[in-house]
């Protein structure tokens, strides 16, 4: 991406809805799989780009940003949440058995990432036996559109699929669901009508919205966000996962 996409990114990580309520989600989600709050928590953020979910993870434990991009880092570095390395995904330069919790929010779909099952193990690697990931990633082939071209999608995961990847990896697949379950139809005909009337456009779709219409549409995340507390939904943009590391022994 270039400098002002970073920067657009930066700018909406605080105010739009779409961030605010993959926040809530993952708070859900490491509210239940990690209990309880602890500061002595090791975390890396694979994939962190501008930093927007440093400061959640700090009520967790002691986070540690990684990026490709130094563009990414410097944006991440005025958030001044956590420690940032340049790092490559598929070759993290930490120590085996580092970390305590590795969260991977919509990184490995990206075709710099040549293989996905390859960057679940390097994560796999710096956690500690037992050890978790929280990983998002978008879903449903079918649902390809401008957006995949601006961010530059390799892929969109199935359910079951994105479950056998984790298995390969060495995880155990606590928990994975579709999200943005409430908003798939909305979605579907605004790619639809894109394809129709706009094929010409560009862009991503993550972009600002009214006020308005911007509570509406994080109020409907917020309640996705409570619906996985005791459940999975069945389909949706993205799909979200919890995996707990195996261990040797366990392997056995």
């Given at each position: 991406m270039e400098r002002d996409?970073?920067?657009?990114?930066?700018?909406?990580?605080?105010?739009?809805?779409?961030?605010?309520?993959m926040r809530r989600v993952s708070s859900v989600l490491l509210d239940r799989y990690l209990p309880p709050r602890k500061s002595d928590h090791s975390i890396l953020d694979a994939g962190c780009g501008t930093g927007g979910m440093l400061e959640t993870l700090r009520l967790y434990g002691q986070p540690v940003g990684a990026d490709a991009s130094p563009q990414a880092l410097r944006f991440a570095s005025r958030r001044a949440a956590a420690p940032l390395v340049q790092a490559d995904l598929c070759r993290l330069p930490f120590t085996s058995e580092s970390f305590d919790l590795v969260t991977s929010f919509d990184v490995i779909?990206?075709?710099?990432?040549?293989?996905?099952?390859?960057?679940?193990?390097?994560?796999?690697?710096?956690?500690?036996?037992?050890?978790?990931?929280?990983?998002?990633?978008?879903?449903?082939?079918?649902?390809?559109?401008?957006?995949?071209?601006?961010?530059?999608?390799?892929?969109?995961?199935?359910?079951?699929?994105?479950?056998?990847?984790?298995?390969?990896?060495?995880?155990?697949?606590?928990?994975?669901?579709?999200l943005n379950c409430f908003l798939l139809p909305l979605a579907i005909l605004r790619r639809g009508v894109d394809r129709l009337f706009r094929p010409a456009h560009q862009g991503s779709e993550v972009e600002p919205v009214a006020a308005w219409l911007n509570q509406v549409l994080l109020r409907i995340l917020m309640l996705e966000a409570k619906w996985i507390?005791?459940?999975t939904l069945p389909f949706g943009l993205s799909l979200v996962a919890v995996g707990r590391k195996r261990s040797a022994a366990s392997d056995d």
């Open positions: 996409e970073y920067r657009r990114l930066f700018d909406l990580e605080d105010e739009l809805w779409w961030f605010l309520g779909y990206h075709h710099r990432i040549s293989s996905d099952v390859d960057a679940l193990h390097e994560m796999g690697r710096v956690l500690r036996p037992h050890g978790l990931i929280l990983l998002r990633v978008p879903a449903l082939n079918l649902l390809r559109g401008r957006h995949d071209v601006a961010v530059h999608t390799r892929h969109r995961y199935e359910r079951k699929e994105l479950q056998e990847k984790l298995k390969q990896a060495g995880f155990v697949p606590e928990f994975v669901s579709y507390r005791s459940g």
